[in-house]
């Protein structure tokens, strides 16, 4: 007999075992259960920083316009620049 | 469904080779996923090879803000789950902790695999308050000789067993050529051929002792919970 033919143990039925969603605070969206970990973890998260700088070299009166757009309608500097990227590309 | 997380905050502790083969083993009789946290992506490569249980399907996890959604998606399909987590001290971890029904704490036996398993032992034990259950764990030894252990071996060994406290598998993981070649040969240790890899019946002998295990302790964990209720 080779060993790939080799019969598998029988752990008995597996049945017991059945998909269902996990019992860890099953009603919590996934935000509330990631909260509830970062409150007590002392493991610190290893992930980079989705968040950049981007250091603007412009003419004053540029940068003034451009401040003042922003806010204007209340946008972060990264958002406002979003929304002129997006109309950029649109054309 | 159960999810059975595999951690040790150091890299070599055994935590990918273990996983894969409680994955193959209880693929034979179930539906597995495998969900690889591991950033060099062992077994995500792996599973690219041939021979993989056609019960088993492995997942790429994205990222720690991922980690959550992967493994309730994959509990809703499968009978196991099995999360190879990545060797470092990492909130990805405790995230994958806080969703377990067991985990599993490999270690080889030596003095900076254990510093790491108790550092795991430490965070899980913060995890569960925070998830306010109990998350049973158990240290697995790996890469273990069958025979003529070192002093090194026992002295650590020995002190994780006269522990009451920090459990442990009676079943080792041995040091196998045939747990090495899976990674090259593709499969579980079942699909291996004595003819290329020498005691393969050893190897599945250990394998299915440590799946049997696991199955062991998952089910007496739920049957206390059972009582509890």
Redesign the interface.
């Known amino acids: 007999m080779?060993?790939?033919a080799?019969k598998?143990?029988d752990?008995g039925s597996?049945d017991?075992?059945?998909?269902?969603?996990?019992?860890?605070?099953p009603e919590a969206s996934?935000d509330e259960?990631?909260r509830?970990?970062?409150?007590?973890?002392?493991?610190?998260?290893?992930?980079a920083d989705a968040e950049g700088q981007l250091n603007i070299r412009a003419p004053n009166d540029m940068l003034t316009r451009f401040k003042a757009a922003a806010k204007k309608e209340r946008y972060t500097y990264g958002a406002f620049l979003e929304i002129l990227l997006d109309r950029y590309e649109k054309g | 469904?159960?999810?059975v997380t595999f951690a040790n905050?150091k890299g070599g502790s055994g935590k990918t080779t273990s996983a894969l083969i409680l994955a193959c083993?209880?693929a034979?009789?179930?539906?597995v996923c495998l969900i690889d946290a591991d950033p060099r992506r062992p077994l995500t490569t792996w599973s690219t090879l041939p021979g993989k249980p056609k019960r088993l399907t492995v997942v790429t996890n994205a990222?720690?803000?991922t980690i959550?959604?992967e493994?309730?998606a994959a509990?809703?399909?499968?009978?196991?789950v099995i999360v190879d987590l990545?060797g470092?001290?990492?909130?990805?971890?405790?995230?994958a902790i806080?969703?377990s029904?067991l985990v599993v704490i490999p270690m080889k036996e030596q003095q900076q695999d254990a510093l790491a398993a108790i550092d795991v032992i430490?965070?899980l034990k913060?995890?569960m308050?925070?998830?306010r259950?109990d998350i049973p764990f158990a240290v697995l030894f790996t890469q273990t000789r069958v025979v003529a252990k070192s002093r090194t071996a026992r002295f650590v060994s020995g002190q994780f067993k006269a522990n009451e406290k920090t459990p442990v598998f009676a079943t080792e993981i041995h040091d196998r050529d045939a747990y090495s070649a899976l990674f090259s040969v593709g499969g579980g240790?079942?699909?291996?051929?004595?003819k290329d890899v020498n005691n393969?019946?050893a190897a599945?002998r250990n394998a299915?002792d440590f799946?049997?295990e696991v199955?062991t302790m998952?089910?007496s964990h739920?049957a206390g919970q059972k009582r509890v209720a």
């Open positions: 080779t060993d790939s080799r598998a143990l752990f597996l017991d075992f059945q998909p269902s969603r996990p019992i860890a605070r996934v259960q990631r509830v970990v970062d409150r007590a973890s002392a493991f610190p998260s290893r992930e | 469904m159960a999810v905050s083993e209880l034979e009789h179930a539906s990222s720690e803000k959550l959604d493994i309730d509990s809703a399909d499968n009978q196991f990545e470092t001290a990492s909130r990805l971890t405790s995230y806080s969703q029904d430490q965070e913060r995890d308050k925070a998830v259950r240790p079942r699909g291996l051929s004595a393969v019946e599945v299915a799946a049997a199955v998952l089910r739920s």
